[in-house]
């Protein structure tokens, strides 16, 4: 027994060491006009996003399976410099912030990596990714021929490049980076910057160049990328896409999946067959790297979400969801598109091409190596096109394309889903007798205020003006003071007047306290962050008058030319008015700036800490600002995404065992129009077309990875409430599968799974001409009348199953007209 079992490990340890070896193997990249060389063969390379501080080192590989089952060989990141120098000269590369475990992660699964430097990353992103102490350094200007920037652009590429290499993650060192992004989409903007931006590109190229990678690099959406820097696209559609030179790939840097959400906005929505069309088309013309943005979208911690007024939510309508789960049927569908074009490489990069024109932007292309044929039947029209391809007939739906690997037998095609659709919903962690309300306690946040002597704690700065908040705050918090007084005789005009005080900001919330009495709070919408605060002042005094205004942002801008120095705070003028007229300008006032909240000085977020006044128990404060509210909750069971719903609550900041898990702002409800029950996923996709959750709140669901929570103990929750709210309904709940369905055609396989959980019961199943889509199936006019019991007997209590629709298998469907034949199917989990 002990011999035989210790030459198992023997082997084991053998195969264990061999596999190590085989994974270091180091492997060439270069490239020609087709496509990429590895080793100096042509590949395709299928590529999805997952940005590292979006998910937690826990989620990374099953999130990295999850692409790899899905027919993805390649994971592409950018790389986020604020998140690692929140500080300047201070680093963090741990946790979700661990940048060399992810890109091991990667190589774990055997794919490989797209390292997307920038260090502009906009992403939807605080900031684009710039740490916005680097606005505040004398003499700099972003993304131009400046010697400030370029100097500190320099440093933290070299810094990330060079650790790169110590750990040997390049191709040529074994590891799996076989391609580097230098800038990002410089060339949408780069018009505003004149010749300075030019200069600006040519030493982007000179400075990725120096560092002698033997892996390209590429710079996105540049149409002056200078050789040997490869441009590339980004977009919903890069078919028409050429690259600036002919020995350069046709590369789609980002594909995007759905798109991203702001407060107050709908939920984005785009359809597996549209997204399947934009790729399968990108390949019918000539493309061979493609990669996904998002992937996984996943979540915007701590104060990460840009815009401004990006949620904490970046779903993206990914292929997987924000907690990781397959959102399905676009996981799927794309899969079998993966499988087939990886499995037409050869054919594809080497093969001679060829494109035959039907008119109405119906397009047959054939690609012929070796006496071997693969096509692509493309209609870029939303009606249906009858075509005759060598002899044969085909239809080709409106907005798709089929994939025939043979150049005779349709295998896929992107209109045709057969995929399921999985049905999630947010279900109590804990229920019947388990189940108890979160018991909360509670402290107050402190109201600042300015005394005669103008002397507060913690004060950053005084100024005789308004100044721009992310230049007092460095951006350390979302909160910034503006406190000043004025003194005032028992004769003042003012006394006896109808007196309001005005304020105008840019953004993006204020809360306005005179003599210590709230008098309003306002925020700009979406989109329209500049605003005036014009509320009555009833309890002016003789003597010293004080006031205080509390400014918040939500996130600041990624994106347009030199966005870096949008205003953001009050700007002024601050001013007691009367009868509409200005009596007292109080913008060149001493203005003492205090940044943070207290509660945020003193931790209260740390669930370890001890203060001297204790969190109170008693008379808990319902729908009052600036409150602080403390609970415990037990660590669901098994491995669905966890989640807090917040409904009820106004707007504020979460932390869960002393980690932020984001802004949440439940009470701001996304538009009331612009949702329709239908989609028609024909016709160009746009961020806002098909978009759901019309007049909800735009997010009520907040991420908790497991990996931030006990495993059997209690956790803390910890939220500091800006507006108001109601903290008795909020609960623990987890992401389930309860619902799954799906419809196929005649002679096709349909396969369901519950995922983790198993079938609990058949709700419908159609044979014959069955109505309606998932969620909302009804029998047509013909059926067959056996199908139901067949259908339970495969599936009823069972993970998984799968059938063949045909008549053998299922019974007569009793249908006149043979196109009037499919199965559909929907069952709870
Ligand atoms: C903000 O950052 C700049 C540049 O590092 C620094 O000079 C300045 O003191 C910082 N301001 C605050 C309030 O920390
Ligand atoms: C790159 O190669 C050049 C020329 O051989 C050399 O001068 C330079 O030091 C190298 N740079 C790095 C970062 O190795
Ligand atoms: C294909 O369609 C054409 C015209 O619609 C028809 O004349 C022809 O017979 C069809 N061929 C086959 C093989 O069905
Ligand atoms: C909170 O808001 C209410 C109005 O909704 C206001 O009456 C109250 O003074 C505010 N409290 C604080 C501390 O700001």
Request: glycine share 10%; aromatic share 14%.
């Amino acid at each position: 027994m002990g011999f035989s079992g210790s030459s198992f490990i023997l082997l084991n340890c053998f195969l264990l060491s061999f596999a190590l070896l085989s994974s270091a193997k180091k492997i060439s990249v270069t490239y020609d006009g087709r496509a990429l060389k590895i080793n100096g063969e042509r590949k395709i390379i299928i590529s999805g996003a997952i940005h590292y501080p979006r998910s937690s080192p826990g989620m990374w590989p099953m999130l990295m399976k999850k692409a790899k089952n899905g027919g993805l060989n390649a994971i592409e990141t950018y790389v986020f410099w604020n998140a690692h120098e929140p500080q300047r000269g201070q680093y963090d590369f741990t946790g979700n912030n661990d940048l060399v475990q992810f890109i091991k992660t990667v190589q774990k699964q055997r794919l490989y990596a797209i390292l997307r430097i920038g260090p502009y990353v906009c992403a939807e992103w605080n900031y684009g990714g710039f740490p916005v102490w680097l606005h505040n350094i004398p003499g700099i200007k972003f993304r131009t021929n400046n010697q400030v920037y370029k100097d500190e652009m320099a440093k933290f590429t070299t810094l990330i490049v060079n650790k790169m290499r110590e750990n040997k993650l390049f191709a040529s060192q074994g590891g799996p980076i076989i391609v580097a992004q230098i800038e990002n989409e410089f060339g949408n903007v780069e018009g505003s910057y004149g010749q300075e931006g030019k200069e600006y590109v040519k030493w982007c190229a000179e400075l990725a160049q120096s560092y002698n990678l033997s892996e390209p690099w590429i710079m996105c959406q540049q149409g002056d990328a200078p050789q040997p820097i490869i441009n590339t696209c980004n977009g919903f559609y890069c078919d028409q896409f050429k690259p600036n030179n002919k020995n350069s790939p046709k590369m789609w840097t980002e594909s995007w999946a759905g798109w991203f959400k702001g407060w107050g906005q709908r939920d984005p929505y785009r359809t597996a067959e549209d997204l399947a069309f934009a790729v399968a088309r990108f390949f019918q013309y000539g493309g061979s790297l493609h990669n996904y943005y998002m992937y996984h979208g996943g979540t915007n911690f701590g104060r990460s979400a840009g815009g401004p007024y990006i949620t904490t939510s970046y779903d993206y309508n990914a292929p997987l969801d924000e907690y990781g789960n397959m959102n399905q049927p676009k996981w799927g569908h794309l899969k079998q598109l993966h499988e087939l074009v990886k499995s037409m490489e050869k054919v594809l990069t080497y093969g001679d091409v060829k494109h035959i024109e039907y008119g109405h932007l119906t397009t047959a292309t054939s690609y012929t190596y070796k006496g071997k044929s693969s096509c692509f039947f493309g209609n870029a029209e939303n009606s249906n096109r009858e075509i005759t391809f060598r002899k044969r007939n085909y239809t080709v739906p409106g907005w798709s394309v089929t994939v025939l690997p043979d150049c005779k037998t349709e295998v896929y095609n992107t209109a045709k889903v057969n995929t399921q659709t999985t049905i999630r919903e947010m279900v109590p962690s804990l229920v019947g007798k388990y189940k108890k309300p979160l018991k909360w306690q509670w402290r107050n946040e402190k109201i600042e205020h300015i005394t005669h002597e103008g002397d507060i704690s913690g004060v950053a700065l005084t100024a005789n003006s308004l100044l721009d908040q992310k230049i007092v705050t460095n951006d350390t918090s979302d909160y910034l003071w503006y406190l000043t007084g004025f003194h005032l005789n028992g004769n003042d005009p003012l006394f006896g007047k109808r007196v309001k005080l005005r304020v105008k900001t840019r953004g993006h919330i204020l809360h306005a306290f005179f003599n210590n009495k709230h008098i309003g709070t306002q925020f700009g919408p979406y989109g329209k962050y500049s605003f005036t605060l014009e509320k009555k002042v009833r309890n002016l005094r003789h003597g010293f008058n004080q006031i205080a205004l509390l400014s918040a942002t939500v996130g600041l801008p990624n994106y347009g030319a030199y966005y870096e120095n949008v205003e953001v705070g009050i700007h002024g003028p601050v001013e007691l008015i009367a009868d509409g007229k200005t009596i007292r300008d109080l913008s060149t006032n001493e203005w003492v700036y205090k940044v943070g909240l207290d509660g945020e000085k003193y931790e209260f977020f740390d669930p370890d800490h001890k203060f001297r006044k204790p969190w109170l128990s008693n008379n808990l404060p319902l729908n009052q600002n600036f409150t602080w509210y403390k609970t415990s909750f037990q660590t669901p069971k098994g491995r669905e995404g966890v989640v807090v719903d917040l409904m009820g609550m106004g707007k504020g900041q979460a932390w869960v065992n002393g980690k932020s898990i984001g802004r949440y702002w439940p009470s701001y409800l996304a538009t009331e129009n612009g949702c329709s029950s239908s989609c028609d996923y024909r016709g160009a996709y746009y961020g806002s077309k098909c978009a759901t959750n019309c007049g909800k709140p735009t997010q009520r669901w907040y991420h908790i990875p497991r990996s931030y929570m006990n495993d059997g103990k209690e956790n803390t929750l910890i939220l500091f409430e800006e507006f108001g709210g109601m903290p008795l309904n909020i609960e623990i709940k987890t992401t389930r599968v309860t619902k799954v369905c799906a419809k196929v055609e005649l002679g096709s396989k349909l396969e369901l799974t519950c995922h983790d959980r198993t079938v609990k019961r058949i709700i419908f199943v159609g044979f014959g001409n069955p109505k309606g889509n998932c969620d909302n199936f009804h029998k047509g006019s013909c059926d067959s009348s056996s199908a139901f019991s067949v259908i339970e007997k495969e599936c009823l209590w069972k993970r998984k199953c799968s059938i063949e629709a045909t008549k053998d298998k299922l019974g007569l469907t009793g249908c006149k007209n043979p196109k009037d034949n499919w199965l559909a199917v929907q069952v709870s989990c």
